[in-house]
């Protein structure tokens, strides 16, 4: 089965904070997606990852994928009220999909 | 794009009568799959399909659970006798590529079985 954790499982900042969640493989992956579910939402892509040390930016989110292919981290510099959600990675384990999702990290912004 | 189209979004039900959620794919997407989401365990996949044909249900939960495609543009995921453990929000998902291919979700159906 997937061996993957996500971690924090829960995180609260203050707006400003930054924030990072970190998806952890005890496998190498082929690649990573990110993806964020809104409160009451569903999840929406954001991004994909695929070459070793990749980091990739997206205004104040910043994506890295591990140099060994086995972790990725998702990292929002001075958070806003509109990044509350759910981060999910879903990482491609096999060369096949990326349909399996980590447990999320249920990240909350207090204003 | 109208994007994957879900119903109902909201279900409440006793325990025992049946359950059908539908949902209407993304034009030209060849995958479409089902997902249910609790919180003790998370997005799960329960099946998928690409071009209509079931490929991998192994995330069925049990047999009380079916899930059809009968043409590119309508799946069903059916539930029968429903129990209040099978209380979650189903997710419909389609894609163009199963490799590396963004996953497009609809809103969901939010199922309660009383």
């Known amino acids: 089965g997937q061996q993957v954790m996500q971690i924090p499982q829960y995180q609260h900042v203050q707006e400003g904070e930054d924030f990072t969640t970190y998806c952890n493989s005890s496998t190498t992956l082929s690649n990573i997606q990110w993806y964020k579910q809104r409160p009451g939402g569903h999840p929406v892509f954001l991004i994909q990852l695929v070459k070793s040390g990749e980091v990739k930016k997206q205004k104040r989110l910043t994506f890295q994928f591990g140099e060994a292919k086995k972790n990725s981290s998702l990292h929002i510099t001075a958070t806003q009220t509109t990044d509350v959600g759910t981060y999910f990675c879903?990482?491609?384990?096999?060369?096949?999909?990326?349909?399996?999702f980590g447990t999320g990290t249920r990240l909350t912004v207090i204003p | 794009d109208a994007g994957v189209i879900q119903s109902p979004r909201h279900e409440v039900t006793e325990m025992g009568q049946e359950v059908t959620l539908r949902c209407k794919p993304i034009?030209?997407?060849?995958?479409l799959f089902w997902y249910r989401q609790t919180m003790m365990r998370g997005l799960e996949l329960l099946i998928y399909?690409?071009?209509?044909?079931?490929?991998?249900d192994s995330g069925m939960p049990e047999d009380r659970f079916s899930a059809k495609m009968p043409n590119a543009s309508f799946s069903t995921l059916k539930i029968q006798p429903s129990e209040p453990r099978d209380s979650a929000v189903y997710f419909c998902?389609?894609?163009?590529?199963?490799?590396?291919?963004?996953?497009?979700f609809g809103e969901g159906s939010r199922l309660t079985v009383l």
């Open positions: 998902a389609s894609s163009l590529d199963i490799r590396s291919g963004e996953l497009f």
């Open positions: 034009s030209g997407h060849d995958y």
């Open positions: 879903a990482p491609d384990q096999t060369g096949a999909n990326n349909l399996f």
């Open positions: 399909f690409n071009n209509n044909v079931p490929i991998d």
